[in-house]
Each structure stands twice: as structure tokens, then as C-alpha cells.
């Protein structure tokens, strides 16, 4: 008995309270969840062996996905020879999922080509949320980018005929064509484009240290490549351009590839 709890405590290092010292969170570890942290300038510190850009206020950020249920954190101060890690446990969230039966089948196939342009128009947007830009956009938070009903929140899933699809991964808000959108934080624009087969008219922008957020089905951009924004700016309006069953604003946040819900920055 002492053998086997001896071999489970090996292959599963226990999970530690608190993050490693040298460094502070300012929000809880949940999935879905965009943390900020702070530490001293000069720390070394990385997330599940990534490392972070470290600005020279000591801020950082990482993001948790979706499905994430554990995450490593490791620091080293300027002054230290060696990183303090430890790993953490990520909140699990309840993420609503709804079945539909009974459905026709394969009625929304993309033809190969309408497939190959999906593709071309997904590898922009992965591009463009490869970027890990030194400023620090995203450390006085966020705020809604408009005004209107909340219609989808992030996580949830539709089961069509016992087949799980993709999960939502981003908050809908709804209000009528034409509504404005406006930047929830400081950034850069780093994607504009006017037709993408899934998502229509759609913009990125880039608020530093690999943190984006995404625009999409808008009626009308407002914006160039390239253009910095204040909070409160003009991104753009409200449509349904691309595959959407109605006016709505797709509002996404990115930690590099991995998908956020908006609504835990903005609530
Ligand atoms: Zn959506």
C-alpha cells in the first residue's frame, strides 16, 4: 500500500496553492482566463515551458485554455543562480452544451475550394497572432467593445447528431447592423481584411506580449493595418458578413494561439 502510494505521488507531482515567490497573479488561475502578473524587471519566467516577455515594470501575461486543468510556473529573479517552479491547478469551468438530433446530414460540407480559401484565410489570422510585440497594451484591462445582447458565451458546444463541434471561443454580442465597435484597450491593428469566407469582415488587433483580439462578420472597418488605438476608438460596425445567422459582433482574445474568453476581462 505504501509501494503504490509511493509510485502516485511520482507520477503525479502534487499540485502547489500558491504560485512559486518572486511573483503575484491579479486573477484566479480558471480556464478560458487571460493573468496578468507582476515581478521584478530582469525576471526570468516561463508557463508550461514557454518563456514570457518580462517588461520593465516586471508585468507579464499568459492565458489558459479552454480545456487547461493544471499549469507550471517557473521564476528567476535577476539576483538567482536558479528557478523556483511549481505546478498549479486551473479552475474547471461548466461550459454549456446543447444536442440536436435528428438533423439532415452533411448539408454544410465546404467544397474543396471554399476548404483551400478557409485554410489560406486561417493561416492570416494564425500569422497575425504569432506577434509578440514589447508593449504592454493589455495591463490596464479591457472593456466591452459594444453595446448590445449577450448571444453566445465562450466554451459553449453543439452536439449535431451525437458529433461534437468546434466550441464557441469567444463572447456574441448582438445589436443591430450598423452598431459601433470600438477598441476595449489600447493596440495596434494587425489584421484588416474585407471577405473571409467564415468570418467576413474581420480585424485583429495586437495589445503586446502575444495578446490579440479578433472582430468579426462586421458590416463596415473603420480601421488600417498598422493603426495604433486608444480605448474607445473605431474599430468598426456591427453585420453579419461571412457565416453568421444574424447581426452580431464575434469579439475574440487571443494569448497567442490559444483561445480566451473576453468575457472574464470585460464582465
Ligand atoms: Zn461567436
Not at 472593456?143 to 448590445?148: F, N, Q, T, Y
Request: proline fraction near 8%; glycine fraction near 10%; charged fraction near 20%.
Amino acid at each position: 500500500m505504501l509501494l503504490l502510494a509511493l509510485i502516485l505521488a511520482a507520477s503525479a507531482p502534487a499540485l502547489a496553492a500558491t504560485p512559486p515567490a518572486g511573483l503575484s497573479l491579479d486573477q484566479p488561475l480558471r480556464q478560458g482566463q487571460l493573468v496578468i502578473g507582476h515581478s521584478a524587471p530582469g525576471a526570468r519566467i516561463s508557463v508550461d515551458q514557454r518563456n514570457l516577455r518580462v517588461d520593465d515594470q516586471g508585468r507579464f501575461v499568459f492565458g489558459l485554455g479552454r480545456d487547461q486543468s493544471r499549469v507550471s510556473l517557473c521564476v528567476r529573479l535577476a539576483d538567482e543562480a536558479k528557478a523556483r517552479c511549481a505546478g498549479l491547478p486551473v479552475a474547471p469551468r461548466e461550459y454549456a452544451i446543447e444536442r440536436v438530433d435528428g438533423l439532415p446530414q452533411g448539408t454544410v460540407t465546404p467544397n474543396p475550394a471554399e476548404q483551400a480559401r478557409i485554410e489560406r484565410e486561417a493561416a492570416l489570422i494564425a500569422k497575425a497572432r504569432e506577434r509578440n510585440d514589447p508593449r504592454s497594451d493589455f495591463a490596464g484591462g479591457f472593456v466591452r467593445p459594444a453595446k448590445g445582447r449577450i448571444s453566445g458565451v465562450f466554451g459553449s458546444q453543439r452536439v449535431l447528431n451525437g458529433e461534437p463541434k468546434s466550441p464557441h471561443m469567444g463572447l456574441d454580442i448582438a445589436a443591430p447592423v450598423g452598431t459601433a465597435i470600438t477598441a476595449p484597450a489600447p493596440g495596434v491593428v494587425t489584421l484588416v481584411h474585407p471577405d473571409m469566407l467564415l468570418t467576413g469582415q474581420s480585424v485583429i488587433v495586437d495589445h503586446g506580449h502575444g495578446v490579440s483580439s479578433v472582430y468579426i462578420h462586421m458590416s463596415r472597418t473603420d480601421v488600417v493595418e498598422g493603426q495604433e488605438l486608444k480605448v474607445g476608438d473605431p474599430i468598426g460596425a456591427i453585420g453579419m458578413t461571412g457565416r453568421a445567422s444574424g447581426p452580431h459582433l464575434h469579439w475574440g482574445l487571443n494569448w497567442f494561439e490559444v483561445k480566451l474568453d473576453p468575457a472574464l476581462m470585460a464582465p
